[in-house]
């Protein structure tokens, strides 16, 4: 077993037992679990930077090529994302929705595990990490933009119908969690227009055209449409609440789509074949 595959999978039981321990945390009502689980968590960020940089070596690219790598990094991104709010907020049920998303990608990619690929020469650029770098991290902040949207929609419905759960007393109040949507927004709209800017001075030197119109580019422009239509509408209109969380739940549904809908789905020269090398 190679050094990257027993880190993925230490990385992979560590999300594991994150997961579990901030369930029990918010179902059970049991806080010391939670704290244990988050300092697991931020062991299973450390082994998993380790597993990303010994695939870095192993390959001697930015290890999004395929499938496995992609939802590794992006697995990462929404982690280490999570804790940053987290560190912030202490919001221990934030992890039980978190964790999750995070370590399903961790599964797939598992199941996806595939021999260290080459990239496509035609797609070796220092602008490939800038361009990936930005998008992850883009995304990964609006995953939690719409996990904060889920439950803002959930504790909403909890109050109109007065039928409270245990989640609702782990729940944030409805303003701080409008409050880390507007600021997920804040910083991931300006990182997705960065990794856009980059990713079409990458396909110049690639393709030597700034943008083709191919799907994986249709659809991130629509996303960033959506995204800068509730910026204007949070700024402008002054939009908040219900229709700010249903928004950022539809752009991450978009940008899930982008990621993973449009390689298997659509023809792309995004696609994780066009990527790797004959």
Not at 104 to 116: E, F
Not at 142 to 149: D, E, H, L, N, T
Not at 215 to 244: D, M, N, Q
């Given at each position: 077993?190679?050094?990257?595959?027993?880190?993925?999978?230490?990385?992979?039981?560590?999300?594991?037992?994150?997961?579990?321990?901030?369930?029990?945390?918010?179902?059970?009502?049991?806080?010391?679990?939670?704290?244990?689980?988050?300092?697991?968590?931020?062991?299973?960020?450390?082994?998993?930077?380790?597993?990303?940089?010994?695939?870095?070596?192993?390959?001697?690219?930015?290890?999004?090529?395929?499938?496995?790598?992609?939802?590794?990094?992006?697995?990462?991104?929404?982690?280490?994302?999570?804790?940053?709010?987290?560190?912030?907020?202490?919001?221990?049920?934030?992890?039980?929705?978190?964790?999750?998303?995070?370590?399903?990608?961790?599964?797939?990619?598992?199941?996806?595990?595939?021999?260290?690929?080459?990239?496509?020469?035609?797609?070796?650029?220092?602008?490939?990490?800038?361009?990936?770098?930005?998008?992850?991290?883009?995304?990964?902040?609006?995953?939690?933009?719409?996990?904060?949207?889920?439950?803002?929609?959930?504790?909403?419905?909890?109050?109109?119908?007065?039928?409270?759960?245990?989640?609702?007393?782990?729940?944030?109040?409805?303003?701080?969690?409008?409050?880390?949507?507007?600021?997920c927004l804040t910083f991931g709209f300006p990182l997705m227009t960065m990794g856009i800017i980059s990713g079409a001075i990458w396909a110049h030197s690639a393709w030597?055209?700034?943008?083709?119109?191919?799907?994986?580019?249709?659809?991130?422009?629509?996303?960033?449409?959506?995204?800068?239509?509730?910026?204007?509408?949070?700024?402008?209109?002054?939009?908040?609440?219900?229709?700010?969380?249903?928004?950022?739940?539809?752009?991450?549904?978009?940008?899930?789509?982008?990621?993973?809908?449009?390689?298997?789905?659509?023809?792309?020269?995004?696609?994780?074949?066009?990527?790797?090398?004959?």
């Open positions: 077993m190679s050094t990257n595959i027993l880190l993925y999978k230490i990385t992979l039981l560590l999300y594991f037992a994150s997961t579990v321990l901030y369930l029990i945390d918010v179902i059970g009502r049991r806080t010391e679990t939670g704290k244990i689980g988050r300092w697991i968590l931020v062991g299973g960020l450390v082994t998993h930077c380790a597993t990303v940089a010994t695939r870095y070596v192993a390959t001697g690219h930015t290890p999004v090529v395929n499938l496995h790598e992609s939802l590794s990094f992006f697995a990462l991104a929404i982690v280490a994302i999570f804790l940053i709010f987290d560190f912030r907020y202490r919001l221990t049920i934030l992890g039980a929705f978190s964790c999750p998303l995070a370590l399903i990608m961790m599964i797939i990619g598992a199941a996806a595990t595939t021999p260290s690929p080459t990239i496509n020469p035609a797609l070796e650029s220092w602008w490939f990490p800038v361009h990936v770098l930005l998008a992850f991290t883009g995304d990964a902040v609006f995953a939690v933009a719409a996990i904060a949207g889920v439950m803002y929609l959930m504790q909403e419905r909890m109050l109109k119908s007065k039928r409270f759960s245990a989640l609702y007393y782990r729940m944030p109040s409805l303003d701080i969690l409008d409050s880390i949507n507007y600021k030597g055209g700034y943008w083709r119109w191919d799907p994986k580019e249709t659809w991130a422009l629509i996303t960033w449409f959506i995204y800068a239509a509730l910026l204007h509408a949070r700024l402008s209109v002054g939009w908040r609440g219900r229709r700010a969380a249903i928004l950022a739940i539809v752009g991450f549904l978009c940008v899930l789509f982008t990621f993973l809908g449009v390689n298997f789905l659509l023809s792309d020269l995004h696609s994780f074949r066009t990527m790797q090398g004959g």
